[in-house]
């Protein structure tokens, strides 16, 4: 059944090529579609166009249809071209006409919108709390660890001392950056595009703002035109925050493969968390946290596939917007299960302590050193020109009393301020 049928069918090669991936990727916007639709047969009940009860049945099947759903026994068949049109079906095979009147004064094209908005509104909002969970873990181990120190590099070259604390928090705050893209996102999709139809309207005289209460959206999409233009730019929208969740996640998971090897040997984890190899029984791999990377990687290509996929599209709905779907729930679907697995697998970290004991850090205190001098009279440059000398001399001593006080250093984590970020965004 196609929803746009009138009495002929389409060669079989067409449908196939046209439908595409859509009914399995329906099965995830289904129980949005019921919820939509549910708040549209109340709305056409409301200005007349059903009576009261033709709206109770629809809502009672709507809601068994909703059940079906809830407990995984809703399928698409080859029958129908999406679940727009198998939802019809059913509400037309158990309620006769009245089951008929549901698509009017709709189409499908506001049809999958608001299906696809709420879809990515409740999403983005389960990110949110997983990026939170993730952030209050980060920040609880900063604390912890915050008086055991750790080598700080730039160009992989040891640089400076840092500390657990420090790198840890760190990556809390990153968060907090990429939380501001996931409510843009959200401010977006937070619009409703039910009654915009097919894109310009309709001559009926429905209640937008009865629907946009009814569902719970912050405002309208007010016109109809800019409604259907909102496809791929909502989805789009969506992709720069989980992009930019993605690339602290592949960061962080670049530094924790580093810092498990035995080069480095700051870190490592339980031997449940890691792999083995089929040939060296030494072995302890990092592979959860190689796959975070790879899979936020992946993820970071997003925004710019939705890009080349909607570039240049006049106004108007056109069927390379179908494509979308196909683009961005996996992307969500993998980065929830990333979040979920960074959580799981950090919690039970294991760090290294007095690493910087070790002789071949020394260099890592040049710099403290150096400000020693400033401290005690001597000109910054001669400064650094005196403790040149001394390094390329082999007489360097290191100060590993090391004092750092303002905000945002080894001594002033600011652990405080940077949960106020968070709780503010």
């Known amino acids: ?79 129908f071209e999406d679940v727009h049109s198998k939802i019809e079906f059913l509400l037309t095979e158990r309620l006769g006409d009245t089951g008929k009147k549901i698509h009017t004064a709709r189409s499908r094209n506001d049809q999958v919108l608001v299906a696809v908005n709420l879809y990515l509104k409740n999403e983005l909002s389960e990110i949110k709390q997983n990026t939170k969970a993730l952030f209050d873990l980060l920040i609880d181990l900063a604390d912890k660890y915050k008086e055991e120190l750790l080598p700080g590099y730039t160009h992989l070259q040891i640089a400076m001392p840092s500390s657990f604390g420090l790198w840890f928090s760190a990556y809390a705050e990153s968060l907090v950056d990429d939380l501001h893209f996931i409510n843009a996102a959200i401010k977006i999709v937070d619009q409703n595009p039910l009654g915009s139809a097919a894109g310009y309207g309709s001559s009926f005289p429905i ?14 999409k007010y016109n109809a035109v800019a409604a259907q233009m909102s496809r791929g730019k909502s989805e789009k929208s969506t992709a720069f925050g989980l992009s930019s969740i993605a690339s602290t996640l592949a960061k962080f998971s670049m530094d924790i493969c580093l810092y498990m090897s035995q080069n480095f040997d700051f870190i490592s984890f339980p031997n449940e968390l890691t792999t083995g190899s089929s040939i060296m029984p030494h072995k302890k791999n990092p592979d959860v946290f190689e796959l975070i990377r790879g899979k936020c990687n992946k993820i970071q290509a997003v925004p710019n596939q939705l890009a080349m996929l909607t570039t240049n599209l006049p106004s108007g709905y056109h069927r390379d917007l ?18 979920e697995m960074m959580s799981f697998s950090i919690e ?78």
């Not at 403790?387 to 002033?412: C, Q, W, Y």
Request: aromatic share 6%.
């Open 1 to 79: 059944m196609k929803l746009w049928e009138k009495g002929f069918s389409t060669d079989k090669k067409i449908d196939i090529f046209t439908v595409g991936s859509d009914r399995e990727l329906d099965l995830v916007i289904a129980k949005y579609d019921v919820i939509a639709s549910t708040a549209h047969a109340k709305m056409l009940s409301k200005i007349g166009l059903i009576d009261k009860t033709e709206e109770q049945a629809l809502v009672k099947e709507l809601a068994n249809i909703g059940k079906s759903i809830k407990e995984g026994t809703f399928t698409i068949e080859d029958d």
């Open 207 to 220: 209640d937008r703002d009865f629907t946009t209460s009814e569902l719970s959206f912050e405002t309208l």
């Open 322 to 339: 179908q494509l979308t779907k196909e683009i961005i729930v996996p992307a969500i679907q993998e980065l929830k299960s990333c979040l």
């Open 348 to 425: 039970n970290i294991q760090i290294k302590k007095d690493i910087l004991k070790d002789k071949k850090y020394d260099y890592l205190f040049s710099v403290d050193t150096l400000n020693d001098l400033v401290l005690s009279g001597v000109p910054f440059r001669d400064a650094y020109k005196q403790m040149g000398m001394a390094i390329e001399k082999g007489e360097f001593v290191p100060k590993r009393d090391i004092k750092h006080t303002h905000k945002g250093s080894l001594g002033n984590l600011c652990l405080d301020e940077i949960r106020k970020k968070m709780k503010a965004v």
